[in-house]
């Protein structure tokens, strides 16, 4: 339950980044032993992803100071197959696959589920691991997979891939699969997102030799054997946009004090267009609203564009911005489920395609909505900050996913939102 309570004001941290701390669980498997990942946030999809690795054979925990705990067990001791109730809560599990081909030359996966908004295949997948000599067959909603070099089974073999497009979780996928290939592998019109370099920087403190991590140009020289390690997670640029957005539309002064200002420059230029004030301190970012907000257009785009994640928390800022806004959605033709939420809030947007044109409204009004996803139901919390009346926003289980206790965080900044 939401209810608007005036400008926001205090000091929080966005915590460990879930788009990293995801790949850095599975890249755990790459090497037996015991494997320390600092700032992971307590969240649904890291608990889901914990079960994968535990069903795969590995023990996850958390030690007193709150760290993540991965003991990857021997080779022999590896279940190289992913079950369907765990890959179909959550997509970006598929990225196991990498790593199980790698480490043990096989791999039976459930097709990816997660947020329905669109198609997501895992064709850049499994193409640039068949490269890489690995055969699929796809049978009874499973991919199975069996590395063959020579015509044994055996081990990933280096080569050159060129990615269609740039998919972050493809790009993760096939870096950590090069890291225990024989010989180089080049991954060509690669991710450039913070999370893939921070997925790098991990697999380089695992002993692998990763070079051009956050460049479209990845190189990865196959190592014979990784070594476990610890990493700290840097921190979550999609959940300090969230706060951030949510100060320009509640108004008033909030520091996201671990925000890194270089993961998200073309967002915070979106931001400064809107209306919100936003500077760089020494330790994070700033910032300040207490004027109207203005229209702008946005497109979404690979990094360093403005990610699809953040599009539906600008949406409910524009909602109640002056003028016309055109948000175009580049990615999934499904991310706009949203918007018949927001509309049930007296927001003005009409959908054609990937086009939404949002005309602003003086003010939203609370209503019963439900969240369609993650960050749209993030998005539906933050307009019902500026509401009139009560708003409550239904599956919340879909905001767990993403967000540690948003409603906590958005308390100690003066907000009235609370858990039913």
């Known amino acids: 339950m939401i209810r608007p309570n005036g400008p926001l004001s205090g000091t929080v941290r966005a915590g460990g980044a879930k788009n990293s701390a995801l790949k850095l669980m599975a890249a755990c498997l790459l090497a037996e032993g015991r494997h320390v990942l600092v700032n992971v946030p307590q969240i649904l999809d890291v608990e889901i992803m914990a079960e994968m690795l535990t069903a795969l054979g590995a023990t996850v925990s958390r030690s007193a100071t ?40 096989r791999a039976r996966v459930s097709m990816p589920g997660g947020d329905d908004f669109g198609s997501r295949p895992i064709d850049f997948h499994v193409n640039g691991l068949a490269s890489m000599g690995t055969h699929f067959e796809t049978v009874h909603g499973f991919v199975d997979g069996q590395v063959r070099t020579g015509g044994d089974r055996g081990r990933l073999v280096g080569t050159h891939i060129v990615l269609d497009y740039p998919s972050h979780t493809a790009t993760d996928n096939l870096m950590m699969a090069a890291t225990l290939a024989k010989g180089t592998t080049v991954i060509e019109n690669a991710a450039r997102e913070p999370e893939v370099r921070d997925l790098a920087d991990y697999l380089t403190a695992m002993g692998a030799t990763v070079r051009g991590a956050g460049t479209a140009r990845i190189e990865v020289e196959g190592a014979d054997v990784l070594h476990p390690s610890s ?65 702008v257009d946005v497109a979404t785009l690979p990094y360093p564009g403005v990610a699809t994640d953040y599009s539906p928390l600008l949406v409910a800022m524009l909602a109640v911005a002056d003028g016309v806004s055109i948000v175009t959605e580049n990615f999934f033709q499904g991310r706009f489920r949203y918007v018949d939420e927001l509309r049930r809030m007296a927001a003005d947007i009409r959908t054609e395609g990937h086009h939404a044109v949002v005309r602003g409204v003086p003010r939203l009004s609370g209503a019963r909505v439900r969240a369609p996803d993650i960050r749209g139901g993030a998005a539906l919390v933050l307009a019902g900050l500026v509401a009139e009346g009560e708003t409550e926003v239904e599956g919340a289980s879909h905001i767990d996913r993403g967000y540690q206790d948003l409603p906590g965080v958005l308390r100690s900044l003066g907000a009235r939102v609370e858990r039913r």
């Open 66 to 105: 709150g760290d993540l705990v991965v003991d990857s067990p021997a080779t022999q001791d590896l279940v190289p197959e992913a079950p369907y109730e765990l890959v179909e809560r959550m997509r970006a599990s598929v990225v196991v696959l990498g790593p199980l081909l790698a480490r043990c030359g």
């Open 231 to 295: 990493h700290t997670v840097i921190p979550d640029r999609v959940v300090a946009c969230t706060l951030l957005c949510a100060t320009g539309l509640a108004g008033g002064e909030v520091t996201v004090e671990d925000a890194r200002y270089d993961h998200m420059e073309m967002v915070l230029r979106k931001l400064t267009d809107i209306g919100v004030g936003i500077d760089q301190t020494p330790d994070g970012i700033r910032a300040r609203s207490g004027h109207p907000l203005r229209s």
